[in-house]
C-alpha cells in the first residue's frame, strides 16, 4: 500500500498535485494500435475495416497507408502502390512519436514494401505484431504479387507475434495443400517453422462444410474454434477485422489467446449482423459505418481502455 501511494504522489507530482490535472492526464492513457495496409474506396476491408475494428475495441488507432485500391462490392477495378520509401517514412514517423501497443499488417503488394515494412519493423523493435499475410481479395483480385511472397516469408514472418492466414495463404506460405483440420494443423506447424511465434489457420474458405472450425497454434498448443457456418456472401474485409481485432486486444493488454478468442467472437457477430450494400461482396454490421461508428470523443485518444470484461462484442452490437 506504501508502494502504491508513493507512486501516486510521484505522478502527481509532475502536475503540482493538482488532482484534476492528472485525472484528466490518465483519461489520455489509451491502449494505441496501428495498421500497416491498403485503403479499400468501398470502405469495407483494409484500412477503413482495421481502424474501425480499433474503435469499436476503444483502442486508439494510427495508421500507414501501403496501397490505394479502386474497388466495389464487385471487385478491384485497380491498384496503386505507394512508393516503399514513403511507406517507411509513414511508420517512422508515427512511431517515433506515438507510443504505439501493438501493430498488424495487411495488404503489402510488393516485395520492397514488404522489406520496407520489416525493417522498420527491427528498427523500431516493436515485438507485438500481427501478419495477416493478404494475397488475394474475396473477388479473386490479386493483393500481393508472386514475388513479394517469398519476402514475407523471409523477412515479415519471422518477426511477427501472430500469423493470419486463410487456408489459400496458408497453403502458399506452408506449401501443403489443405483438406482438412489434420491438413490445417499440419500447415501450421510448418508455418510457425518461419519464424512467427502464433499461427492462426482460417477455415472459412474449406467449402461443402457445415461446420467451420479455426485452428490455432498458440504458445505451442493447438486449438480449435467451430461454429455453424453463416449462410451470407457479406464476408468482404473479415479477415483485415479478425486480425485487427486481436491486435486491438493484445494493445489492452490481453494475452494472445484471450486475444483471439476474443477477436473470434467479434467477427461471428459481424457476419451474423450483416446487410448488403449492393450485389456484390459487403462486409458486416459491425465493419460498416452505423452504430457507435461517428467521429467525436472516440476518435481521440482517451477514454476507458478496450475489453475489460474480454468481450467487446456487447457493447457494440
Known amino acids: ?27 489520455l492513457m489509451r491502449p494505441i494500435a496501428l495498421t500497416i495496409a491498403g485503403s479499400d474506396s468501398g470502405g469495407g476491408a483494409g ?28 471487385s478491384v477495378a485497380g491498384v496503386h502502390a505507394v512508393p516503399a520509401e514513403f511507406v517507411a517514412l509513414q511508420m517512422r514517423t508515427v512511431l517515433q512519436d506515438i507510443p504505439v501497443n501493438a501493430a498488424k499488417t495487411g495488404m ?11 525493417e522498420e519493423i527491427s528498427a523500431t523493435g516493436l515485438t507485438t ?14 493483393l500481393l504479387l508472386d514475388d513479394a511472397v517469398e519476402t514475407l516469408i523471409a523477412e515479415l514472418l519471422p518477426l511477427a507475434y501472430c500469423v493470419t492466414p486463410n487456408i489459400p495463404e496458408a497453403e502458399r506460405l506452408a506449401g ?36 467451420l472450425v479455426d485452428v490455432a497454434l498458440v504458445n505451442g498448443m493447438f486449438h480449435q474454434l467451430a461454429r455453424e457456418r453463416i449462410d451470407t456472401q457479406n464476408t468482404h474485409g473479415t479477415g483485415c ?4 481485432a486481436i491486435t486491438a486486444g493484445m494493445a489492452g493488454g490481453l494475452d494472445i489467446w484471450s486475444a483471439v478468442e476474443s477477436a473470434w467472437v467479434y467477427i461471428g457477430k459481424a457476419i451474423e449482423n450483416a446487410w448488403s450494400l449492393n450485389e456484390g461482396l459487403t462486409p458486416g454490421k459491425g465493419l460498416t459505418p452505423g452504430k457507435g461508428l461517428t467521429p467525436g470523443k472516440g476518435l481521440a485518444p482517451s477514454g476507458d481502455s478496450p475489453v475489460k470484461s474480454h468481450s467487446p462484442v456487447e457493447r457494440f452490437f
Open 1 to 27: 500500500m506504501d508502494t502504491e501511494k508513493s507512486g501516486m504522489a510521484s505522478r502527481l507530482g509532475i502536475f503540482g498535485c493538482d488532482l484534476r490535472r492528472f485525472l484528466s492526464y490518465t483519461r
Open 47 to 74: 484500412i477503413q475495416a482495421d481502424l474501425a475494428t480499433f474503435f469499436a475495441h476503444k483502442v486508439y488507432g494510427t495508421s500507414v497507408i501501403t496501397a490505394l485500391t479502386a474497388q466495389n462490392t464487385m
Open 108 to 118: 503489402l503488394f510488393n516485395a520492397l514494401i514488404v522489406r520496407a515494412v520489416a
Open 129 to 142: 505484431l500481427v501478419v495477416d499475410p493478404v494475397m488475394i481479395a474475396k473477388s479473386g483480385d490479386s
Open 176 to 211: 501443403v495443400t489443405i483438406h482438412g483440420v489434420d491438413d490445417m494443423k499440419r500447415a501450421a506447424e510448418k508455418i510457425l517453422a518461419l519464424g512467427p511465434r502464433n499461427v492462426v489457420v482460417k477455415g472459412g474458405h474449406m467449402r461443402g462444410e457445415k461446420t
Open 241 to 244: 477485422t479478425f486480425s485487427a
